[in-house]
C-alpha cells in the first residue's frame, strides 16, 4: 500500500546544530536545490520539486556530534548515507571542496569514509561490479 494515493515520496532528514547551513552544504555537495523551511530552521534538497524524495535538514539545539569509528561512551552515527560516484577522487575533492572532511578510518578501497559539517558519515562509493569488469 503506498504511503500517499496521489504522489510517491520519501525523505529522510537529518538533525543538526544548524538545519540551514547543513542543508546548503548538501546542496552542494549533491548539486541539489535548497528548499528552506518555512519557520527557518531547517530546510531540504531534492534535484527538482517534482523528485518524489528529498533529503531535509533540522536545528536541533541539543545536538550532539557524533563519532565514527563508534567508541564506547560516546554518541554513536544511526545512519550514513550512501552515494555512488563514477570518479572517487573527484568526488573526495569535491565534497572536501564544499565543506566535507575525510573520516581517519577508511575501511575500504572503493570507499572513502567522509564527514559532513554536523559530523554526520556518508560514503562516496565506486560500483564494484564496474572495478571486476575494468571500466
Not at 552544504?25 to 520539486?49: I, T
Not at 556530534?65 to 564506547?72: C, I, K, Q, S, Y
Amino acid at each position: 500500500m503506498p504511503l500517499r494515493r496521489r504522489k510517491q515520496w520519501w525523505g529522510v532528514t537529518l538533525d543538526a546544530p544548524d538545519g540551514v547551513a547543513l542543508g546548503r552544504f548538501y546542496s552542494r555537495l549533491l548539486d541539489w536545490k535548497f528548499y528552506p523551511a518555512e519557520n527557518g530552521l531547517g530546510g531540504a534538497v531534492a534535484p527538482s520539486e517534482q523528485a518524489g524524495f528529498n533529503l531535509g535538514f533540522q536545528t536541533e539545539e541539543k545536538y550532539v556530534r557524533p563519532v565514527w569509528p563508534a567508541v564506547d561512551g560516546q554518541p554513536q552515527m544511526s545512519m550514513h548515507l550512501e552515494i555512488e560516484v563514477d570518479d572517487l577522487e573527484e568526488a573526495v575533492a569535491h565534497a572536501v571542496s564544499v565543506g566535507a572532511t575525510v573520516a581517519g578510518f577508511q575501511p575500504q578501497a572503493s570507499v572513502r569514509v567522509m564527514l559532513d559539517p554536523a559530523g554526520h558519515p556518508f560514503c562516496l562509493y565506486l560500483d564494484e561490479s564496474e572495478l571486476d569488469e575494468g571500466k
